[in-house]
DNA sequence: AAATCCGACAACCGCATCGGA
DNA sequence: TTCCGATGCGGTTGTCGGATT
């Protein structure tokens, strides 16, 4: 890189030679990279003084031999005291999924709905991150095709981390609030590793855009290992009781338990009314190899206002007659009820 | 153990916008 | 209305530390 000596290729034409030889002192003695702990305090023992703003008179008066913008950036970077630090939860990574896919590279606006987060850390975290599996996915990150692959195969993982980490934590499960902006979670802390990010899409997808959705050969470009699906941690050991008969009309099966469910969810109390009028017909294995997520589908058809995408798995577990996944059929249900009743703004 | 690679993030830069004189 | 300094925003790069060879 070229980067230009600081200041001092800022004094363009105009200047006389003693405004010359006065700018070149300055920017000589302007310090540039890293700030150092005593930088750091007499900035913000400048601020608790005299409050933010005014970064150029705050250079010049602080003692730091810095610029206004670098003291700027600094303290809303760094040093203000709401930052929040450490590895972003799976729901702040899902909210920038969905807010990105809003409004693309506005990562000022973005860190406005994740309090604590700056700008910077967004556009970090996009570029090292998220970027990087549109690499692998050999697509442009801001093409139709990474966004169905982020809200199809991403944000539901991310939902299940957030639904493993409520089990394992025992707190109450996400619950999707309204906003005026779309997404939407909860407050729990599901911090999780930046090498945990788990978007792989199952056999099949391929995101080059003329292709169907056989064929894969994108799916082992993307290379987190598989975080345990929802559905893959025993849901009818949670959610089901025995019964009977199966889901399918058999002997001996499960039965789901809507309630628990439900209260899983964080809806309880919800009527979905009788669950024959939504549940399909289906083994429950194949209800086992059927790897759709519980919570995911309930989160993204909040997402989507009720539209749950059948290229996902809800339309699917509604109506196809060799993939059922109850759980999801009931989240599904659920979900739609709930966009119902919200007067389908959601 | 040393060299190299790579990811994460802090920091800088140029440009756009805003607001006051 | 115009000018100009201050501020904000987004793109890009430098640096550091851990992982890998």
């Given at each position: 890189m070229s980067r230009r000596k600081g200041a001092a290729a800022a004094g363009g034409g105009g200047a006389g030679p003693m405004e010359m030889a006065a700018m070149e002192e300055e920017a000589a003695e302007l310090r540039r990279g890293p700030w150092t702990l005593e930088e750091d305090n007499l900035l913000m023992s400048y601020i608790a003084c005299h409050g933010e703003g005014r970064w150029n008179l705050l250079a010049r008066c602080s003692g730091l031999k810095r610029t206004g913008k670098s003291c700027r950036l600094r303290w809303l970077n760094y040093l203000k005291p709401d930052i929040k630090r450490g590895n972003l939860t799976a729901e702040e990574q899902l909210v920038i999924l969905e807010l990105h896919a809003k409004w693309g590279n506005r990562w000022s606006r973005i860190a406005q709905h994740l309090p604590g987060r700056t700008d910077n850390e967004i556009k970090n975290y996009w570029r090292t991150r998220v970027q990087k599996q549109a690499r692998q996915l050999k697509v442009d990150a801001n093409s139709a095709v990474f966004r169905d692959a982020v809200r199809c195969y991403w944000m539901p993982r991310l939902l299940d981390k957030m639904s493993m980490a409520a089990a394992s934590t025992a707190a109450p499960p996400p619950l999707m609030e309204q906003?005026?902006?779309?997404?939407?979670?909860?407050?729990?802390?599901?911090?999780?590793?930046?090498?945990?990010?788990?978007?792989?899409?199952?056999?099949?997808?391929?995101?080059?855009?003329?292709?169907?959705?056989?064929?894969?050969?994108?799916?082992a470009a993307l290379q987190p290992a598989p975080v345990p699906c929802f559905s893959e941690l025993n849901w009818e050991d949670q959610y089901c009781y025995p019964s009977g008969g199966d889901l399918d009309g058999g002997a001996g099966g499960m039965e789901l338990d809507s309630a628990a469910l439900l209260g899983s969810l964080g809806l309880d109390g919800l009527d979905l009314g009788p669950a024959e009028s939504y549940l399909p017909d289906a083994t429950l294995l194949d209800y086992l190899n059927y790897s759709s997520c519980t919570a995911n589908a309930m989160n993204m058809m909040v997402m989507n206002g009720g539209n749950y995408n059948n290229s996902y798995c809800g339309g699917d577990a509604m109506v196809d007659g060799d993939h059922h996944d109850p759980t999801t059929a009931t989240t599904c249900h659920a979900a739609r009820k709930l966009a119902g009743e919200w007067g389908g703004g959601i």
């Open positions: 906003h005026g902006h779309g997404v939407v979670t909860s407050s729990q802390s599901a911090a999780i590793g930046s090498d945990q990010l788990c978007c792989y899409p199952p056999a099949g997808f391929d995101p080059s855009p003329s292709a169907s959705t056989s064929g894969s050969t994108a799916a």
